[in-house]
T-cell receptor
Framework: GAGVSQSPSNKVTEKGKDVELRCDPI?????LYWYRQSLGQGLEFLIY????????KSGLPSDRFSAERTGGSVSTLTIQRTQQEDSAVYLC????????????FGPGTRLTVT | KNEVEQSPQNLTAQEGEFITINCSYS?????LHWLQQHPGGGIVSLFM???GKKKHGRLIATINIQEKHSSLHITASHPRDSAVYIC??????????????FGTGTSLTVIP
């Protein structure tokens, strides 16, 4: 079946512009995660959605970052007024349920802020 | 100090060798994940553990909750095992228990 998909695969933007990154989770998965992987650094948790519950935003690095999940399916991560330090690969993952269910990762969106 | 420490950072092995990658963590956890990331590729979840041991093909993962330590073993290593292996823990801290911490990864190269 179809896995987690993300778009775009690559995004180059100028400093100060806003960007939107999209994630389509596996159908039927109620939990969705966003992560960031910066060059030379490890993975970093950003935000977690579980069903209709309020999202856990504890990993978002600043108020320039926001995410929403419409209809319990597709999610959009928005970065406002991008900075060069926002350059990273942004990964989305979904799992059947929250908690200790296996996560399936998308291919990521490589964001470059010039 | 990182909440998750992996060792070694880099590992080169000859095909067929038995490989061990270690992960130590300092927080209380509800689950530990081992992830595999190939160069230029996506991330695949290999194991999710909350206790004991799991085996999948040539891969074995163990966890010792009391010692806050996990190991990933690869038996009869093959060049296609070359990848970065990442240890990740789901903390039980926080109001929702969703805080994730990641190790910096172990880069494995298996030489034919």
């Amino acid at each position: 079946g179809a896995g987690v998909s993300q778009s775009p695969s690559n995004k180059v933007t100028e400093k100060g512009k806003d960007v939107e990154l999209r994630c389509d989770p596996i159908s039927g998965h109620t939990a969705l995660y966003w992560y960031r992987q910066s060059l030379g650094q490890g993975l970093e948790f950003l935000i977690y959605f579980q069903g209709n519950s309020a999202p856990d935003k504890s990993g978002l690095p600043s108020d320039r970052f926001s995410a929403e999940r419409t209809g319990g399916s597709v999610s959009t991560l928005t970065i406002q007024r991008t900075q060069q330090e926002d350059s990273a690969v942004y990964l989305c993952a979904s799992s059947l349920r929250g908690g200790t269910y296996e996560q399936y990762f998308g291919p990521g969106t490589r964001l470059t802020v010039t | 100090k990182n909440e998750v420490e992996q060792s070694p950072q880099n590992l080169t092995a000859q095909e067929g060798e038995f490989i061990t990658i270690n992960c130590s963590y300092s927080v209380g956890i509800s689950a530990l994940h081992w992830l595999q990331q190939h160069p230029g590729g996506g991330i695949v979840s290999l194991f999710m553990l909350s206790s004991g041991k799991k085996k999948h093909g040539r891969l074995i993962a163990t966890i010792n909750i009391q010692e806050k330590h996990s190991s990933l073993h690869i038996t009869a290593s093959h060049p296609r095992d070359s990848a970065v292996y990442i240890c990740a823990v789901r903390s039980i801290r926080g109001s929702t228990g969703n805080q994730f911490y990641f190790g910096t990864g172990t880069s494995l190269t298996v030489i034919p």
